[in-house]
């Protein structure tokens, strides 16, 4: 493209599939985004997005070129992102983040909070995707962070850890158990709650269990994790969770902590972004942020 504007605009249509969206997140008008792709669809001899449904969706001439126009753009950003800049009271810009059910209740409230005195106009989107759509989306700019226990990203990824955790067996207050000192055959014989999804180092707990002897203890699968005290409190079963998360829970439920019997490694929750973006100054003070904010509240927790 021979605007450069024009690629703002289709890095815009790329990650957000919306004009009106687009238009948001650049701090144009709909009238302007609209015009920047009749443009695009003049130059390159393509329709480049259609609307499918309520989405704009890229055509597969546009899916073909994607990656190379955004390639373009980021090496255009990182030649200037030394003369750039980022203020953080007056941008406008929106951030997307992938994380679980998980993240949003452990690390959301403190970051919006915080972020309504020194960010206040900053907007928060948080997206669950797979591994691959993660790695394929923090690189292509249409997630900005990752945040999780998430081994499996690599490719061109950094991280930074944020804490060390570990997991604690739940069950309702009154279970048969409640008195008792968790042993590994104990634990083995009761029947089991697990919260699965692939891609997460969170598979380590079901190979524990099958490795103990308690494959077919498993009497619950859930793909979310606020769910699952809702389970716990009304039966006998036993959930391992990692503690933080449990901390936040027990106020709201009738629910009490043990340690779990079996060996189970500590895990290390972190922040991921892609290397195109390490030098993006609004992407490098969010992440720095992120990192302040979670490591206070972890310690406030603590």
């Known amino acids: 493209m021979k ?19 687009a238009a948001e997140n650049l701090g144009l008008t709909q009238a302007a985004v609209s015009s920047a792709l009749k443009r695009m669809r003049t130059e390159h001899g393509d329709k480049m997005f259609t609307l499918v449904g309520r989405r704009m969706e890229p055509t597969p001439h546009t899916t073909a070129i994607a990656q190379q126009l955004l390639d373009a753009l980021a090496m255009i950003r990182n030649t200037l992102v030394e003369e750039a800049s980022f203020d953080p009271l007056t941008s406008r810009r929106l951030f997307t983040v992938r994380t679980r059910d998980i993240g949003e209740v452990v690390h959301l409230p403190a970051l919006m909070q915080r972020l309504e005195v020194a960010a206040p106009h900053i907007k928060v989107r948080t997206v669950f995707k797979p591994i ?35 997991y604690v067996c739940v069950m309702r207050k ?36 099958i490795d103990a002897g308690a494959r077919h203890q498993i009497k619950l699968r859930l793909p979310q994790y ?22 936040r829970l027990m106020p709201h439920f009738e629910i009490i902590t043990k340690p779990v019997p079996l060996q189970l490694p500590d895990f290390d929750i972190g922040i991921y972004w892609h290397d195109r973006y390490h030098r993006d100054p609004g992407n490098k003070w969010l992440r720095d942020f992120i990192v302040t904010v979670v490591s206070d509240d972890f310690q406030a927790q603590a």
């Not at 605007?3 to 969206?21: H, I, K, M, P, Q």
């Not at 809702?230 to 901390?247: G, R, T, Y």
Request: charge should be negative.
């Open 132 to 166: 691959d759509e993660t790695l394929s989306g923090l690189a292509n700019g249409r997630i900005d962070f990752a945040l999780g226990f998430l081994p499996a990203l690599e490719t061109g990824i950094h991280r930074r850890q944020l804490f060390s955790q570990h």
């Open 3 to 21: 605007d450069l504007n024009l690629l703002y605009v289709f890095e815009a249509l790329w990650r957000d599939r919306s004009v009106t969206g």
């Open 174 to 209: 009154g279970h048969p158990l409640a008195k008792h000192e968790l042993s590994t055959e104990l634990f083995c014989e009761q029947q089991h709650l697990l919260v699965e999804y692939s891609g997460s180092g969170h598979q380590v707990l079901e190979k524990a269990l």
């Open 226 to 247: 606020l769910s699952a005290p809702h389970f716990i409190i009304a039966s006998d079963l036993l959930w391992c969770a990692p503690e933080i998360l449990v901390q």
